[in-house]
C-alpha cells in the first residue's frame, strides 16, 4: 500500500501537464518485477488480492485527480464541461486527429476521475486484439488466481461454442449468417415444409387445369387478375400506409396507371378478337379506331393528377413511389400481359412454358433438398448445383414429352379467333399449323447405324419444344434471382403470404414473367413465319372496313391475279357497270 502511494506521489510538476499518450498507464500502476520477500502474516486470498489491487489503483487514481484539479482550475473547469455534454459538440463522433490538445487532456482527466479501473483493463484488451495479438492484458496479474479474471468463452476467430462449421453457415466474405441449406435441416423441419409445399402445389396444379378446361376467357382472366396481384406486392414494398392516408388520390393514381398500362398494351393482342363486336357496338369502332390517341390522353391525365397530389412535406415519397410503379409496369405488367397473347395464338404455347417453369422449379426444390450441398448464387442461398443441374435435365426431358402429347389435340394447337364466354367448350377446329406437320429427318450415317433408322419422322413442334426447354432450365431461373435480389436490397423474406408454403404471387410467377415474353418474341420470330391462319386474320381486318374500302382491295387484288394469268382476261369484274 505504502509502495503504491509512493509512486504515485512522484508525479511531474503541476505546470507540466501530463503526456496524453500515459493516461491508462497512470490509472494502472506497473507491477512490481521482483517477488515481495516473505512475510509470517499468511497470504490473502485471490479473490481478497483482486479486491484489494482495484481499491488501491483507485485511491491512486482518486488522490492524482484531485491533485491535477487544484493545480489546473482551468482544465478541470473543461472536464466539468465536458461531463456534463449540455452544451459541448460530442467528441466521441470526431476523428482522434481533430482534437485539440487542451480537448486531449480534459478528456485524459476525465477518465481518470470516473475511478473505474474495469473500463481501463477492458480497453487495453480492445487495443490488443485490434494489433493482432493476445497481450499480457488479457492475462491475470501475477500472484492472483486465474478465476479472479476468467478468460473470454471465444476468440475472434471462433464462434461461441466453438463450432468448426461457423465458416461454413457464414458467406466467404464474413457478411454475416447465411440461410441453411434445405438438406442441412432436421429431418422433421424439412418434411414439414417438404408437406405444405406439395398440398399447395397439387392445389395451384388443380387450379390451372380447370381454368384450361374452362377456355382461353377464362385463363386470360386468371393472367389479369395473377398480373394485378403481382403489381400490388411489388408497390407494397416501400408504402408508407400513414403517408398514403394523407394522399388518398395518390393511392387512386397507382392503380391508374394499372389500367392505363392494360389498355394500351393489352388492346394490341385483344383487337383482332374483338373487331366482330365494333360491327355491332359504335363505342368499341370507336376505341379501336383511336386507342393510341386516347391511351395518351389517359396517360396525360394521370400524370396532370400526380402534379397536383405532390405535397412539400412528402415529395420525396411520392416520386419514390412514382419510379417503383413505372418499373413495375415495365418489368412486371408489360411482360406479363405477353402470355395472353400466347394463350390465343394457341393453349400449347401457354401451357408448355408455364409446365416447363413448374416443373424445374419443383425438382430443384426436390433434389436441393435430398441432395443440395453447393450453393449456386448468393443472391439466392437457397439454390444449389445440384438442384439446378438435375432441375435441367428433368425439364428438357419434359419439354419432348409434354409437346409430343398436346400437339395431338387441335384443343391446344389452334389459335380461337373471337372470344367466347361460354366454358368448357373444347370444339376448336383448324387447318394445323406445318409446325405441327411430321416431316422426315435423315440421320446421319454413324447415327443411323447405332440407332438401326436411316430417318426419323417428327414434328418440327419438338425442335421448338426443346428450345424452351433450354431457356426454362438455364435462364429462367434468373428471373427469381432477381426477384431474390430486390427481396435482399429491401430485407424482407417474401414479397407476400397469400400462398403458404411459397410466398406471395411474386415468389411463384417471377420466373413466368421472363417465360412468357420470350415465349411470345420467339413465337413471333419464327414460328409465326408459318401461320396459315394469317389468312383469316387478314379476311377478318377487312370486314371491319368499309364498303368503299373492301372494293379498293378487291380491285387492286382483281388486277394483280390478271397480270399473274390467274384469272382470264376475258372475265368481266363484277363491278365493271358500276364503273
Known amino acids: 500500500m505504502s509502495g503504491q502511494a509512493t509512486t504515485v506521489e512522484e508525479q511531474p510538476p503541476p505546470d507540466e501537464p501530463p503526456a496524453p499518450a500515459q493516461p491508462q498507464a497512470k490509472t494502472q500502476p506497473q507491477e512490481p518485477t521482483q517477488q515481495p520477500q516473505a512475510s509470517s502474516a499468511p497470504a490473502p486470498a485471490p479473490a481478497a488480492a483482486a479486491a484489494s489491487r482495484v481499491k488501491d489503483q483507485t485511491d491512486a487514481s482518486s488522490s492524482t485527480s484531485g491533485s491535477m484539479s487544484r493545480d489546473?482550475?482551468?482544465?478541470?473547469?473543461?472536464?466539468?464541461?465536458?461531463?456534463?455534454?449540455?452544451?459541448?459538440?460530442?467528441?466521441?463522433?470526431?476523428?482522434?486527429?481533430?482534437?485539440?490538445?487542451?480537448?486531449?487532456?480534459?478528456?485524459?482527466?476525465?477518465?481518470?476521475?470516473?475511478?473505474?479501473?474495469?473500463?481501463?483493463?477492458?480497453?487495453?484488451?480492445?487495443?490488443?486484439?485490434?494489433?493482432?495479438?493476445?497481450?499480457?492484458?488479457?492475462?491475470?496479474?501475477?500472484?492472483?488466481?486465474?478465476?479472479?479474471?476468467?478468460?473470454?468463452?471465444?476468440?475472434?476467430?471462433?464462434?461461441?461454442?466453438?463450432?468448426?462449421?461457423?465458416?461454413?453457415?457464414?458467406?466467404?466474405?464474413?457478411?454475416?449468417?447465411?440461410?441453411?441449406?434445405?438438406?442441412?435441416?432436421?429431418?422433421?423441419?424439412?418434411?414439414?415444409?417438404?408437406?405444405?409445399?406439395?398440398?399447395?402445389?397439387?392445389?395451384?396444379?388443380?387450379?390451372?387445369?380447370?381454368?384450361?378446361?374452362?377456355?382461353?376467357?377464362?385463363?386470360?382472366?386468371?393472367?389479369?387478375?395473377?398480373?394485378?396481384?403481382?403489381?400490388g406486392e411489388v408497390i407494397a414494398i416501400k408504402r408508407n400506409v400513414e403517408k398514403d392516408k394523407k394522399m388518398p388520390l395518390f393511392f387512386f393514381l397507382r392503380w391508374y396507371f394499372f389500367a392505363c398500362t392494360i389498355f394500351f398494351v393489352g388492346a394490341k393482342w385483344v383487337s383482332p378478337l374483338i373487331e366482330t363486336f365494333s360491327l355491332k357496338y359504335i363505342a368499341v369502332d370507336v376505341i379501336l379506331s383511336y386507342h393510341p390517341f386516347i391511351s395518351f390522353v389517359a396517360f396525360t391525365t394521370g400524370f396532370i393528377a400526380f402534379v397536383l397530389t405532390l405535397r412539400k412535406f412528402t415529395l420525396r415519397y411520392q416520386f419514390k413511389q412514382l419510379a417503383?410503379?413505372?418499373?413495375?409496369?415495365?418489368?412486371?405488367?408489360?411482360?406479363?400481359?405477353?402470355?395472353?397473347?400466347?394463350?390465343?395464338?394457341?393453349?400449347?404455347?401457354?401451357?408448355?412454358?408455364?409446365?416447363?417453369?413448374?416443373?424445374?422449379?419443383?425438382?430443384?426444390?426436390?433434389?436441393?433438398?435430398?441432395?443440395?450441398?453447393?450453393?449456386?448464387?448468393?443472391?439466392?442461398?437457397?439454390?444449389?448445383?445440384?438442384?439446378?443441374?438435375?432441375?435441367?435435365?428433368?425439364?428438357?426431358?419434359?419439354?419432348?414429352?409434354?409437346?409430343?402429347?398436346?400437339?395431338?389435340?387441335?384443343?391446344?394447337?389452334?389459335?380461337?379467333?373471337?372470344?367466347?364466354?361460354?366454358?368448357?367448350?373444347?370444339?376448336?377446329?383448324?387447318?394445323?399449323?406445318?409446325?405441327?406437320?411430321?416431316?422426315?429427318?435423315?440421320?446421319?450415317?454413324?447415327?443411323?447405324?447405332?440407332?438401326?433408322?436411316?430417318?426419323?419422322?417428327?414434328?418440327?413442334?419438338?425442335?421448338?419444344?426443346?428450345?424452351?426447354?433450354?431457356?426454362?432450365a438455364i435462364i429462367a431461373p434468373f428471373g427469381g434471382f432477381f426477384a431474390s435480389g430486390v427481396k435482399r436490397a429491401f430485407k424482407i423474406k417474401d414479397f407476400g403470404g397469400s400462398i403458404p408454403g411459397h410466398g406471395g404471387l411474386t415468389d411463384r410467377f417471377d420466373c413466368q414473367i421472363l417465360m412468357g415474353i420470350f415465349t411470345y418474341i420467339y413465337y413471333n420470330s419464327f414460328v409465326y413465319t408459318d401461320r396459315q391462319e394469317a389468312v383469316e386474320s387478314i379476311l377478318s381486318s377487312i370486314a371491319t372496313l368499309s364498303l368503299q374500302d373492301q372494293l379498293k382491295i378487291y380491285r387492286r387484288l382483281h388486277d394483280n391475279l390478271v397480270r399473274r394469268h390467274a384469272l382470264g382476261s376475258a372475265r368481266a369484274m363484277p363491278y365493271a357497270a358500276e364503273m
Open 324 to 472: 417503383m410503379v413505372l418499373i413495375t409496369l415495365l418489368v412486371v405488367v408489360v411482360n406479363s400481359l405477353s402470355m395472353i397473347a400466347n394463350v390465343y395464338n394457341g393453349l400449347i404455347w401457354f401451357v408448355l412454358p408455364a409446365t416447363l417453369v413448374v416443373v424445374n422449379d419443383v425438382f430443384a426444390y426436390i433434389f436441393g433438398v435430398f441432395f443440395g450441398r453447393t450453393r449456386l448464387i448468393a443472391l439466392s442461398p437457397k439454390k444449389t448445383w445440384e438442384g439446378f443441374i438435375g432441375a435441367s435435365i428433368v425439364t428438357m426431358v419434359w419439354a419432348v414429352l409434354c409437346a409430343s402429347v398436346l400437339e395431338q389435340y387441335k384443343w391446344f394447337i389452334c389459335p380461337q379467333e373471337k372470344i367466347t364466354f361460354v366454358p368448357f367448350r373444347w370444339d376448336l377446329h383448324c387447318d394445323p399449323n406445318i409446325v405441327f406437320t411430321p416431316r422426315p429427318y435423315r440421320l446421319p450415317a454413324r447415327l443411323a447405324d447405332m440407332a438401326g433408322l436411316s430417318e426419323l419422322v417428327i414434328t418440327p413442334m419438338l425442335g421448338h419444344a426443346i428450345v424452351l426447354g433450354f431457356f426454362a
Open 72 to 231: 489546473d482550475s482551468k482544465a478541470s473547469r473543461g472536464a466539468r464541461d465536458a461531463t456534463s455534454g449540455a452544451a459541448m459538440i460530442d467528441k466521441d463522433d470526431r476523428r482522434p486527429s481533430e482534437l485539440t490538445e487542451q480537448e486531449t487532456e480534459t478528456e485524459s482527466e476525465t477518465e481518470m476521475t470516473e475511478g473505474e479501473s474495469e473500463r481501463s483493463r477492458r480497453r487495453n484488451r480492445s487495443s490488443s486484439l485490434r494489433s493482432g495479438g493476445m497481450s499480457s492484458s488479457m492475462n491475470p496479474p501475477s500472484g492472483l488466481s486465474s478465476s479472479a479474471f476468467p478468460p473470454p468463452s471465444h476468440t475472434p476467430s471462433t464462434p461461441r461454442g466453438g463450432s468448426s462449421s461457423y465458416l461454413m453457415r457464414h458467406d466467404r466474405h464474413g457478411r454475416g449468417p447465411m440461410p441453411q441449406l434445405e438438406a442441412d435441416k432436421p429431418w422433421q423441419q424439412k418434411m414439414r415444409t417438404f408437406r405444405t409445399r406439395t398440398i399447395w402445389t397439387l392445389i395451384l396444379v388443380s387450379s390451372f387445369f380447370c381454368l384450361l378446361a374452362a377456355g382461353h376467357i377464362y385463363c386470360t382472366l386468371f393472367l389479369l387478375v395473377a398480373t394485378g396481384g403481382i403489381y
